[in-house]
């Protein structure tokens, strides 16, 4: 389970307790009146640093900020000793027929990328770079990105040569509430809007790229319909509710925190316009990754029930043990206990439901960040 | 979820500030994105005199000097622009003309735009250094605009627009801006009423019909010109290359690829870098124009080209990428002549259809080769050959040539039709170039200028463009001026500024007499020595003087004098970089080209008698065994006493007579000399040959009238055995006071293999054995290759020996090894070139060097620099190497002269047999030439080449046979050589041997 992070919410039992009642209503009543599903607006422009191969900033409505750059160099791949060995063996295979079709799969085989060609580097103001915070962070977003295997072949240049990503990712504001959604639409947008040179040199040549910027392609072509990078989103849990974009007061009194990460599945050709009954066209989203995080909740200060208030009459618990041990069997209205345990199952699986249905969240967080102009 | 986006307007300077993106791909093969920020002003002046706005806003120098305005305000007009116009030129307009703008009788007032400028730059770099060339010259009135800095003319790039659209847009608009500037200017000051029209040059059709719809005047450089007098002249000089491309739109059908494209640079670069491919400068066989070698640096050996495909359009001097033929296409270089016009004769310069590559007859005369290696059967002595892939750089310049006359149609020579004709290059190893001019029957019999401006895959020939005419074949004007060019010889007078750095006293500058003056801190005054000159009949440029005296204990001073150029020759101001790019004084028969201006080389510098001149010393105590004691440097002013030539002072040395104190200093001279001499070759030093003759010529008319061999006598070679030690003197010391950064000259050991077939000729013919280990041992072989029956055999041989030899080079100490430094033809450990500062400008550095290693002066940081000293090394190197073959041309030139209409006999040695010929060296006349087999008799005789033994056996029409090193008698005649159109010696066999 990932570490909460967020700093210590200065809410007394009594505030947790309200609130947490509040988001166990059906429908639940969040503090700022929103829905369960609905975000927080937010501010985003891309192509903000022009060194940058691709930059992306973002701003939540609760004053958190995020800035990403990345960067491509070329970089000589090392020879891989499987591959070298396949093509022998295709070489000395003397059926000349099919000969063009295994040379096809060969390309396809060969234009794999290795993990290794991206770096990320997560910066959150007040830890240090070994921090868990931040390596946690950087391994969850990477983990996103890698998941479906099919990101790294876009940075393949011909079997000599790849691109190699620096993934530089800052945290401008104080971790406010828990930064990953934000530092991971950042870094979408960022990859969104990520050119790299044009290639001119054919084959395993060593790469020529055109001068020429305005040339240069995307890392994800626009052509390419609805392939984008993944998005991870926090959804927390209280009681049978399942309430999106969390504030930071809000996790405070979380039962259960998950990070979803989502991607969309490269479609299959002609398959996508048969279900099309909008002109719009239907993603087809695929779960790569579902974290579970340590809520903050768990290390708020429980309330004390009268029961064992003695300035209320009741009777104080000699020892700690004895208190937590009355408190576990207690469940009394209006006193705030921290959750224990873990997620339900059915919640879990009812959270990643709530995400990726059709019109579901991840749909509409995705169309607001196709919505961001580029550069 | 809403997202906002801020937007940039918002900032107040974003105005002001724009910023250009690009990739750069660096050599280490990093790629980047390159973003630079462009602030914009609005002070950038548009320097016509008309303007008075600018004048006074227009940014000023350090010390509020206002750079001159260079647009006239009477700017010349034409028919269509009778208010006068100025020019702006989009780059397509100078990349296709630039000889244009180069012309006198138009092309003034002309605005460069900053755009048009970085454009050129990256499509030509030498188009660029013109154009460069021709803003700095004040008479054109070139003025380089920067566009892309002012706020009104910049030009942002627009989603989805080229760079090229957007570089026209900038052309356009500043063109546009220019002309409103102008008209509200010229309303301003109020005093005329019509303002020069602002006319731009494009030959870019879309460019053109948008300026229009713009509302700016513009026009194609053809209909320009067409509107200029002289035009047919003109229009001969626009190049072809895009004239070309759009008829081949039209029949590209017909047209058919005749050499293989070239490859992709990224795939040469890559082919270079993991050495499947090789790159190296592509070299023309001087005998036989289909045969190209390339030396890469992966081989001791050259790899040949063959053939006109695999030589693929490369010209002499590219730089060409190519790729090893497989081992069965191995070949022996030939022992066959083949000259292109002989192979190739009627060609029509039209004809594209049908066209091959490869001749039939060119076919046979590759196939008889092959043949004959394959008969051979000895796999050993066959080279591997190469193919070219691609050209990395192309190396060509402006070529001199005349126009083939067959070439033109009975028809067109009257009438101004613009026809293809054909340019034969006087440098045989150039290709014939397809011409398209308009003025045939005029250039005819002329010497021309042309440039080559494509080669493409579908054409023969490469295709160039006529620049100018230098005047009628064989008239001296032209033809020495076409010598200067095929040599690169810079001679043009010498510019403003170079004049401004000299002294301004001229002529009546003089030593000055009061030793308080600066000029004499630190110079010793050594104008009471008795000091000589020697030096050549007739020579002005005096750059050194000798003395000597018996000192009281036995021994004897000798002092070598040298001009001391340093001191009028500042580093780094503007006759010091005329004098780096000219390298050397180029002497022709007729001409002198200086290196540094009249005053300074005939007057100021030169150590003439009787008047008291800077020099530099060198002094050294010598004993009478000629060991040196000590040496010494010295700024200092002497008095020369007499300019003897070598002639006056061997009679004076010879004269027992005459007992003055300068001929008896010039004894004590020689004899020391003749220790030297042998002490060097007994150290290894070689004594080489190369033919040698003076042209004599009428002193009015300088037109020739015999030639002589030059005649060595003892004066000779005293100044040159003290020149050697002063050289080899002030190498030691410079190169001790800086151990990196000194000038010097090495003359590296020539690799075996190059006397190889020598040492083969001489065992076979003659059993002698020539050993090259070491230049000590070369030199006593070369004294013992003797022919009692034929003194002139030892010469003979000495002269092809020298051919052998690598040639001798300028570096910089830092970047060769000491063992490195040797000068295998001096056997002289460290050696440099001090003595003629005049004539040379490695001597002018080894004077500033030497000046600042006596402490005398400070060092110059560019004498300091390795960087900039390599590439002065570099140049110099070229230049001395032009210098040379443009004086050797210029002798062959006039000897031919001489023989004019005179048929003489002589006496020859064969110095190379090919299976189809032989080539013969005369030296009375220094001459050498080829004597092809189809010139013995009137029907070629049958022959059989003994490749062996170098033997040549004729049969049929005529019977000969012609060895290596044979003496033959030759008729000497001259004939206007077909092929290059020079007047040459043509030899024809009398009879062979002497017997």
Redesign the interface.
Not at chain 2, 1 to 6: A, I, N, P, V
């Given at each position: 389970m990932a570490p909460s992070s967020t700093q210590q919410v200065l809410l007394s039992p009594a505030e947790l307790s309200y609130l947490h009642t509040s988001l166990s209503l059906n429908p639940p009543v969040r503090p700022d009146a929103r829905t369960s599903s609905q975000f927080r607006p937010l501010i985003a422009e891309t192509d903000i640093l022009p060194g940058t191969n691709g930059s992306a900033r973002i701003c939540f409505a609760d004053g958190t900020e995020a800035i990403v750059g990345i960067k491509a160099e070329v970089e000589k791949s090392r020879p891989s000793y499987q591959a070298s060995a396949d093509r022998n063996v295709a070489e000395d295979d003397d059926d000349e027929e099919d000969e063009e079709t295994r040379r096809d799969e060969q390309v396809a085989k060969e234009k794999k990328g290795l993990n290794e060609w991206v770096e990320m580097s997560v910066e959150i103001p007040g830890f240090r770079d070994d921090d868990s915070m931040p390596v946690f962070m950087a391994a969850m977003l990477s983990e996103a990105l890698l998941a479906d295997g099919a990101f790294t072949n876009r940075l393949w240049i011909n079997r000599r040569f790849h691109w190699k990503l620096y993934l530089d990712i800052l945290l401008l504001s104080q971790p406010l509430s828990y930064p990953l959604p934000l530092l991971s639409l950042t870094t979408h947008l960022a990859l969104l809007s990520t050119r790299i040179p044009r290639l001119k040199s054919e084959e395993d040549e060593d790469p020529l790229f055109d001068d020429d910027w305005a040339a240069s392609v995307f890392l994800y072509p626009r052509t390419e319909a609805l392939i984008r990078p993944p998005v991870t989103l926090l959804v927390m849990s209280v009681g049978d509710n399942i309430i999106f974009d969390p504030t930071k007061e809000e996790l405070a009194v979380a039962e259960s925190v998950l990070a979803v990460s989502v991607g969309e599945r490269p479609q299959e050709k002609g398959q996508g316009d048969m279900d099309v009954d909008s002109g719009k066209p239907v993603r087809d989203l695929r779960l790569l990754a579902v974290r579970t995080i340590d809520p903050p909740s768990r290390l708020t200060p429980a309330g004390v029930p009268n029961t064992l208030n003695t300035a209320t009459g009741g009777t104080a618990a000699g020892t700690t043990e004895q208190a937590s041990s009355k408190r576990e069997t207690m469940e009394e209205e209006g006193v705030w206990q921290p959750p224990r345990g873990g997620a339900k199952r059915k919640l879990i699986a009812a959270m990643i439901q709530a995400v990726l249905a059709r019109g579901g969240v991840a749909e509409e967080v995705l169309d607001g960040l196709d919505a961001v102009e580029l550069g | 979820?809403?997202?906002?986006?801020?937007s940039l307007a918002s900032d107040p300077y974003a105005s002001n500030i724009s910023?250009k993106?690009?990739?750069?791909?660096t050599k280490s093969?990093?790629?980047q994105?390159i973003?630079r920020e462009v602030y914009l002003r609005q002070d950038i002046p548009c320097s016509s005199k008309l303007c008075s706005a600018c004048l006074k806003t227009a940014p000023r120098d350090a010390s509020g000097i206002l750079p001159p305005f260079v647009l006239s305000d009477t700017p010349a007009g034409t028919k269509e622009f009778p208010q006068g116009h100025y020019l702006v030129p989009d780059t397509n307009a100078l990349l296709n003309a630039m000889d244009l703008f180069e012309h006198n009788s138009a092309f003034y007032d002309v605005i460069i735009l900053q755009t048009v400028l970085e454009e050129l730059r990256n499509r030509s770099l030498p188009l660029y250094n013109r154009l460069i060339g021709l803003t700095k010259s004040e008479d054109k009135r070139f003025y380089v605009f920067f566009n892309d800095f002012r706020l009104e003319t910049y030009v942002t790039?627009e989603v989805g627009?080229s760079?090229n659209d957007r570089n026209d847009r900038a052309v356009r608009k500043a063109v546009h801006w220019y002309s409103e500037h102008l008209t509200q200017s010229v309303k301003a000051t109020g005093q005329r009423k019509i303002n020069p029209a602002i006319v731009m040059l494009s030959d870019d059709k879309d460019n053109l019909s948008k300026a229009k719809a713009d509302g700016i005047s513009a026009s194609s450089l053809e209909k320009y010109v067409a509107g200029l007098e002289n035009s047919d002249q003109l229009l001969d000089m626009i190049s072809v290359a895009k004239e070309n491309r759009e008829t081949k739109d039209a029949n590209a059908k017909a047209a058919e690829n005749l050499y293989q494209e070239y490859f992709?640079?990224?795939?040469m670069?890559?082919g270079v870098?993991n050495g499947t491919l090789h790159q190296g400068i592509f070299n023309v066989s001087p005998y036989n124009y289909l045969e190209g070698s390339v030396h890469v640096p992966a081989f001791d050996k050259s790899l040949l080209v063959l053939g006109r495909e695999n030589i693929n359009r490369s010209v002499q001097g590219d730089v060409v990428v190519i790729e090893i033929l497989p081992k069965d296409q191995w070949k022996e270089p030939s022992t066959k002549i083949i000259e292109e016009d002989t192979l190739n004769k009627n060609e029509n310069p039209d004809a594209e259809d049908g066209e091959q590559v490869v001749t039939e007859r060119e076919r046979r005369a590759l196939q008889e080769e092959v043949k004959k290696v394959h008969s051979k059967g000895t796999e050993g002595r066959a080279q591997p050959t190469a193919r070219v892939v691609g050209v990395v750089k192309r190396n060509w310049r402006q070529y001199v040539g005349h126009i083939d006359e067959s070439s033109v149609s009975q028809a067109a020579k009257q009438s101004r039709k613009q026809q293809m004709v054909f340019l034969i290059p006087m440098d045989k190893r150039i290709p014939k170039i397809r011409v398209r001019t308009r003025q045939a029957g005029e250039i005819i019999g002329k010497r021309v200028l042309v440039t080559i401006d494509s080669w493409d895959r579908d054409s023969r020939y490469p295709v160039g463009h006529f620049v100018r005419s230098l005047g009628d074949l064989e008239t001296k004007g032209a033809e020495t001026e076409a010598l200067l060019l095929e040599y690169d010889v810079q001679y043009r007078p010498f510019p403003k500024a170079v004049l401004d750095c000299l002294p301004k006293e001229g002529h009546n500058w003089i030593v000055p007499p009061s030793m308080e003056d600066p000029g004499w801190v630190n110079r010793r005054d050594l104008r009471g020595l008795q000091i000589c000159s020697i030096d050549p009949i007739g020579c002005q440029d005096i750059d050194d003087a000798l003395h000597a005296r018996p000192l009281p204990n036995g021994n004897f001073e000798v002092g070598v004098h040298i001009a001391d150029v340093s001191h009028f020759v500042k580093p780094n101001n503007a006759m010091d970089a005329e004098a780096s790019i000219r390298g050397t004084t180029v002497y022709l028969v007729d001409k002198r080209i200086d290196m540094l201006p009249m005053l300074l080389g005939t007057d100021l510098c030169s150590l003439k008698p009787y008047v008291e001149r800077y020099a530099f010393s060198a002094i050294w105590e010598i004993t009478p065994d000629a060991e040196i004691v000590n040496s010494e440097f010295t700024k200092s002013v002497i008095k020369s006493r007499e300019a003897f030539s070598y002639q006056d002072a061997q009679k004076r040395v010879d004269d027992a007579s005459q007992q003055d104190e300068l001929t008896t200093a010039m004894r004590t001279l020689l004899m020391l000399s003749k220790k030297f001499k042998q002490k060097r070759m007994d150290a290894g030093a070689l004594s080489l040959s190369s033919p040698e003759v003076r042209v004599e010529t009428e002193s009015e008319t300088s037109d020739p009238i015999d030639v002589k061999t030059k005649e060595h006598l003892d004066t000779m070679s005293l100044v040159e055995e003290f020149m050697l030690l002063a050289n080899c003197s002030v190498a030691a010391k410079i190169y001790d006071a800086f151990p990196q950064t000194a000038m010097l000259r090495r003359h590296g050991a020539p690799p075996k293999t190059n006397f190889e077939e020598l040492a083969n000729q001489l065992k076979v013919k003659r059993n002698l054995e020539l050993k090259t280990d070491s230049s000590k041992a070369l030199a006593d072989s070369l004294d013992a290759c003797v022919d009692p029956q034929e003194p002139f055999f030892n010469t003979l041989v000495r002269i092809m020996a020298t051919r052998c030899m690598m040639s001798a080079e300028y570096f910089c100490s830092g970047t060769q090894a000491y063992p490195e430094f040797r000068h295998y033809g001096l056997a002289s450990e460290i050696y440099t070139h001090f003595t003629s500062p005049i004539r040379r400008y490695a001597d002018l550095v080894a004077h500033r060097q030497l000046a600042a290693a006596i402490d005398y002066e400070q060092l110059d940081a560019s004498v300091r620099s390795k960087g900039k000293l390599e590439a002065v090394c570099k140049n110099i190197n070229v230049r001395h190497r032009n210098a040379q073959q443009a004086g050797r041309a210029s002798i062959e030139y006039y000897v031919g002269q001489a023989l004019k209409g005179r048929i003489v006999e002589e006496e020859g040695f064969v110095m190379k047999v090919f299976s189809n010929g032989f080539v013969v060296f005369v030296p009375r006349f220094g001459i050498e030439s080829l004597i092809r087999l189809r010139d013995l008799a009137d029907i070629e005789p049958e022959s059989t080449f003994d490749a062996e033994n170098y033997i040549l056996k004729t049969s049929g029409s005529r019977e000969v046979e012609v060895e290596l090193f044979e003496k033959v008698v030759v008729r000497i005649s001259d004939v206007v050589e077909e092929g290059t159109g020079k007047r040459k010696v043509k030899l024809e066999l009398v009879k062979t041997g002497s017997k």
């Open positions: - | 979820m809403t997202s906002l986006k801020r910023s993106v690009y990739v750069r791909s093969g990093k790629v994105k973003v790039r627009e760079i992709s640079v990224s795939k670069m890559t870098k």
